[in-house]
């Protein structure tokens, strides 16, 4: 799989996403044939530090993954803080710390403990920034520029390049491209094997003799090194000022083969209450990932545990990636935004009511459905089934005092234009609303009734009341927000029997083929169900990937070009004024009297 993982501060979150079985020991393992252990080629940043991961097979232990890996049991368990408890499980996912963590974390254990508060381990490139900053700056006089090392034999012709990714150095690219260090070393005209991640490499052609000539001005004049990493985070508007429209066009448009996305989400990872919802939010993320990779597609991870402040996503991941999936709440996005206000996209995975930060944030997604976009679309759909001779009921809880909710679902119906009759009554009433229920009803349409009220007790009420009705020889259909579906005093025969219609944003076909495949490799790699979560994790990252994939850095341009049904959900991202985007994706389903849940394509 090409995908690579960086992975802060969420140890637990990597293993909490696999369910472990009884643990095995050091000696029990030496007594069972150990199966064979192949080296992951998959790696993951945790704390800062790289590790594989490593997904256990049939009859592996922890002596022999110790074993292949060149480690000990007790370096596997320090990765693992919850193993010595659960044990190893098949097809669980472990992290096998690589030599270099190993070296850090000793590091870390000599030094003397501090009374100041902890720092997170710092990446080398971030390391060598900060010593930049550190460093006195010398700034050379204009007129005296500094020359660049001139180099001979080298054509006129395109160089080809290369992107440096974080885990390689300068023998892994040599070997890639078939030269040899020192070819490379020459062509970019490099003093040291130290390379920065995304740092640009000119490849020399195999055999090709490149010589350098040392510059004829004092090398204490040289520009620094932190000039040259200004020069080369110049957005892509600056780099291409001077070109024409055309090249642009081609260079914004072109399809991209690696894409860069930060996931920031509250897993309190390092605490004993794990976020569920978020941990299998982010488990189909990963699974997203690895689909993707398949296709070709190679997406570089980010993933950062909001909840723990020792390990802050920084500005420049932000900068860097293409999407940002996440904070979860409206506060969390909001500090984001202020934070690093650019045009970057970053998308609001779970909240519903964080719709209006597309009204002031350039490049802002709210995925989530709002609810005022549900309600709009029931009371057109109800517009829509309306005929001849029905009525339209409109039915309320007298007394009660009217949340956000209820208040914007009332503003809509009041103002749909519809003909309706207002019932409102309390539920002490009881069964004794029956009567003068009934004789605002039709005996020969459809009785088509919305029901505005987030109280179960009332709807449930309401329900039971409609039911009584229908027994009386009275056609009714009834109409509710999509919060009807988590009430479970409500018997589901009697929403069946009113033909329950619901306008939501998430709906899950289970006789869907997708979904099928979905839940087959979900099981597969994670041993247990995929929650609702899940499925919304999978749907974002697999939608906003292969936009930012197909579309290139102007994939936003296109968004409302592409509405997508997605698993769970649809996309249908709008632009408001503000340039922010919210989905206006709508499911429409019915609950049959054949007991069935139909989802009205």
């Known amino acids: 799989m090409n995908s690579r993982y960086f992975i802060n501060a969420i140890a637990k979150a990597a293993l909490a996403i696999s369910l472990f079985a009884a643990a095995e020991s050091f000696t029990a393992a030496q007594e069972y044939a150990n199966g064979p252990v192949t080296i992951s080629k998959e ?71 501090a009374k100041s508060v902890a720092k ?92 350098t000539m040392a510059p004829e001005t004092d090398m204490s004049e040289t520009v620094p090194e932190a000039t040259t990493v200004q020069v080369d985070t110049l957005t892509a508007a600056d780099t291409l000022a001077a070109a024409d429209s055309t090249e642009a066009d081609e260079w914004f448009n072109r399809p991209k083969d690696e894409v860069v996305v930060t996931l920031i989400l509250p897993m309190k990872a390092s605490t004993e209450n794990a976020s569920r919802n978020n941990l299998d939010f982010y488990s189909g993320v990963l699974l997203a990932v690895r689909d993707i990779a398949e296709t070709g597609i190679s997406t570089e991870l980010n993933v950062y545990d909001s909840s723990d402040s020792s390990h802050p996503v920084t500005s420049e991941d932000i900068r860097n990636s293409d999407v940002v999936i996440g904070p979860v709440s409206g506060t969390d996005l909001s500090r984001l ?30 995925a989530p459905t709002p609810h005022k976009i549900q309600y709009t679309d029931l009371i057109n759909w109800v517009r829509e089934d309306m005929m001849e001779g029905d009525t339209l009921l409109v039915i309320s809880e007298k007394g009660a005092r009217p949340n956000e909710s209820v208040a914007v679902m009332s503003e809509i119906i009041d103002s749909s234009g519809l003909a309706f009759n207002r019932f409102s009554y309390s539920i002490l009433e009881g069964r004794d609303v029956i009567e003068p229920l009934k004789s605002i009803m039709t005996a020969t349409g459809n009785n088509r009734v919305l029901i505005v009220s987030d109280s179960e007790a009332f709807v449930n009420d309401v329900v039971r009341n409609l039911n009584i009705l229908l027994h009386q020889k009275l056609n009714v259909t009834l109409y509710a927000p999509s919060k009807i579906r988590s009430y479970d005093t409500i018997e589901v025969e009697n929403l069946h029997n009113t033909s329950l219609h619901v306008s939501l944003g998430y709906n899950i076909d289970y006789d869907n083929p997708q979904i099928k495949n979905f839940l087959m490799k979900y099981r597969a790699l994670f041993n247990t169900e995929p929650s609702q979560f899940a499925y919304q994790g999978y749907d974002i990252a697999t939608y906003f990937i292969n936009m930012c994939s197909r579309y290139g850095n102007r994939w936003m341009k296109k968004v409302d070009e592409n509405d997508r049904a997605m698993l769970q959900s649809t996309f249908r991202f709008r632009k408001t004024d503000g340039e922010g985007y919210v989905n206006n994706g709508v499911r429409r389903i019915v609950y049959d009297k054949d007991w069935k849940i139909t989802e009205i394509k």
């Open 337 to 366: 935004l202020q934070n690093d206000p650019s045009p970057k996209a970053v998308v609001s995975p779970l909240d519903p009511r964080a719709e209006s930060l597309a009204q002031s944030n350039k490049g802002f997604f709210q």
């Open 120 to 211: 997170p381990v710092a990446k080398p490139a971030e390391i060598e920034e900060t010593k930049k900053k550190e460093e006195p700056t010398i700034e050379k006089p204009a007129e005296k520029p500094a020359e660049q090392p001139a180099v001979k034999n080298v054509s006129d012709k395109k160089r080809k390049t290369h992107t440096v990714k974080w885990y390689e150095d300068l023998d892994v690219i040599a070997e890639k491209y078939e030269v040899t260090v020192d070819a490379l070393m020459k062509a970019n005209n490099l003093t040291g094997r130290k390379l920065s991640k995304r740092q640009k490499l000119i490849i020399p052609e195999p055999g090709e003799v490149i010589e």
């Open 43 to 113: 790696k993951v940043r945790v704390n800062g530090k790289v590790c594989y991961s490593h997904i256990v097979k049939e009859k592996q232990t922890l002596y022999s993954i110790a074993k292949a890996y060149e480690v000990s049991v007790e370096d596997i368990y320090n990765f693992n803080p919850n193993l010595k408890e659960t044990g190893l499980k098949k097809n669980s996912i472990i992290l096998v710390p690589s030599p270099e963590a190993l070296a850090q974390s000793e590091k870390t254990a000599e030094k003397p403990t």
